[in-house]
């Protein structure tokens, strides 16, 4: 039946995958809709009871993933590559770190860029830091560096290489299903298989609409203070549209024409506007306190990626840590396997360093800009940034670069980037879901991907309606839970391909038994012998 459907409709997909994540989205829009009262009630008890006692899992989890890549980048598995033996980056740096950066966390740093900081500042985590001091400034931004930096690049990091390494080293599949294939066998191909994918497609889905959601609200208050707009749910189901529809031009143009341009693009137009913060604002603080926050991000890294408000009794990891960490993860699949596209041709370690590190050293850049200036304006110059923060957390950079000449200019800048941001993140997402919903030898369909991008549109909108951003941060918290543990599959299982692999063995043989076991066989010698294991 599902065959009939998609030769009538002249699609190119594996049915199953792409007619179910499509129903299960269009029952999601129709339910939270007519019933947007009880699915908010059902997702924000859901989320209580997750952050309530699951919190500590997703605090463990992602550092001990990043720990897990910084020793697998120094390990003899750091030089195996992504592909053949003498396979070459199809991307130059420059271009791979701005694509990085485009599908990655550009909207978010223009969301929280100044909101995350002056929240902490002017309402620290501990009760022992008064706010609005110079104590809580210091623990704003080594806990903003946490959020964004290193742990939120190990959430992408992970499974963008365990599926880049399966699919351009042993010629599997780009899709998260393919992960599991040294576990399942051939059943990675079939209904399990789809299972999974189908899972990853809904993820990617709510994950990159919560993006979209939140951009809209930054939209909305841009273009209020720019030109009147009201702030208002039809305002912003009317800027939803505009910008599917910016995403869906962009997405049936692809990869190359399409994501990379607006990509570079974009990458240009917000370094001029760091630059423009930087060199305006207060230089010599932000220079100064660059170096000093990126001292005190090392100094409590180890004891932030392990606080879990144990002894305190305080729930704000809930709307913090772990709002971010749930949101991230839910994306992670789309982000993954966008990374993996662009990743062909470079070693463990080129691409650990890459991935970890580049985005990190650009977010500390943003922050220490955007964060400092901030907090200049709160102790130096009595500007009070923080309640209107906390009023409505999508003014806080509109409010923020009010404060600086040729604002109206700037600000419209900043709208032109937020869009930017919003289309990148929608179309590339468009292009990762319609892989994970067809066969590697199946062509691309712009109208497949079209449909994907207006998808995420409606979804976003129908989470503003039924609830604004608290709505988005339940729903993106409870779908967060199920991934954190697929991360840790991805793990184990790129690991158990990684050792048979240096010994020469396929993740056929793992799968049929026959590779070597994890301990015991350390003088193995490695072969470099692998045989093509592609299924479509």
Known sequence: MLERLQRLLGLQTIPAIFFTSAFLALLFVVLASVYDAPVAAFFGNLTTWITTYLGWFFVLTVTALLIFLLWLALSRYGSIRLGDDDARPDYGNLTWFTMLFAAGIGTILMFWGVAEPISHFARPPLEDVPGSSRESARLAMSIALYHFGLHTWTIFALPSLAIAYF???????????????????????????????IVAVMGTLFGVAVSLGLGTLQLNSGLNYLFGVPVSGTSQVVIIATITAIATTSVALGLDRGIRRLSQVNILLATGLLLFVWLVGPTLFITEGLVESVGTY????????????????????????????????????????????ISRGRTIREFVAGVLLAPTLFTILWFSAFGLSAINLELNHGVDLASQVQADVSVAIFSFLEQFPLSMLISALSVVIIVIFFTTSSDSASLVIDMLSRRDDQESLARQRVFWAVSQGAIAATLLLAGGFEALQNVITTLGLPFCALLVFMAAALLRALHADYHGYTVSDIAAGDAPPMIGDENGEKTHVREDTRRH
């Open 167 to 197: 699919a351009y080293r042993h010629n599997l599949p780009m899709r998260i299903s393919s992960l599991f294939y040294p576990l399942l066998g051939e059943r990675a191909f079939g209904p399990i298989g789809w299972t999974i994918d």
């Open 298 to 341: 090392l100094h409590t890294l180890p004891w932030l990626a392990f606080w879990t408000e144990a002894f305190q009794g305080t729930d704000w990891q809930r709307q913090w840590t772990v709002f971010y960490w749930a949101w991230t993860i839910s994306w992670a699949p789309y982000v993954g396997i966008f990374i993996a596209r």
